[in-house]
């Protein structure tokens, strides 16, 4: 029985500009799963994402480190414009699963990103707990992660739903028990929900 919905951000829950925006820093085509992967292995953005350095760390380390000719600023500007706003339905989505289920948002994320997203919409509002990497000092895939939120949560990961645009993210949790589900947008998850209802474990 599902009690726990544990949901990614970006990708997910709101619009992503991430690939273009990197592809344009980087001046190369990266298919979303190099993305990923090389988002959780470049220093940079694993530092920052894992709140190891602010932003203005990040943005010359990831100048450095990608050996780009631009300026900080314009790096910061571009950076910040990777999220956007809430994908469609997602607050009508929340709400409807908030009073069968806790719900928390479990991403890796940076206060940049953060802050832009609390300071312009409410959809954070709707969950029970808020799962960031960069204030736990961790980013998923890494098992840690999910073993945290699975000890906070106190339940058992088979009665968690995770929900991410990421594979490698689903396969980490599905290997410690998670029901883990590789979905796009809010009415993806909404039609997982949906059958998992129908299949007598709402």
Request: proline share 6%; hydrophobic share 45%; glycine share 4%.
């Amino acid at each position: 029985m599902i009690t726990h919905i544990v949901s990614d951000m970006g990708g997910v829950l709101v619009e992503l500009q991430w690939q273009d925006r990197v592809e344009k820093l980087l001046n190369r085509p990266l298919p979303m799963e190099d993305l990923h992967r090389l988002w959780v292995s470049a220093p940079s953005t694993v530092d920052f994402e894992s709140g190891r350095t602010d932003f203005d760390q990040f943005a010359a380390a990831f100048i450095q480190e990608f050996d780009l000719a631009i300026s900080p600023a314009t790096l910061q500007q571009e950076f910040l414009e990777i999220v956007q706003a809430p994908l469609p339905r997602c607050d009508q989505l929340l709400r409807a699963l908030k009073p069968r289920y806790h719900l928390s948002l479990l991403s890796n994320t940076n206060p940049a990103h953060y802050q832009k997203l609390r300071d312009r919409y409410t959809f954070f509002d709707h969950f029970d707990q808020l799962f960031l990497s960069y204030q736990l000092g961790v980013m998923k895939p890494s098992p840690t992660i999910f073993e945290f939120v699975l000890d906070q949560l106190g339940t058992a990961p088979e009665q968690v739903a995770f929900f991410d645009d990421g594979a490698g993210n689903v396969e980490a949790a599905r290997r410690l028990g998670i029901q883990a589900f590789r979905v796009d947008s809010p009415d993806q998850i909404w039609a997982v929900v949906e059958k998992l209802s129908l299949d007598g474990t709402p």
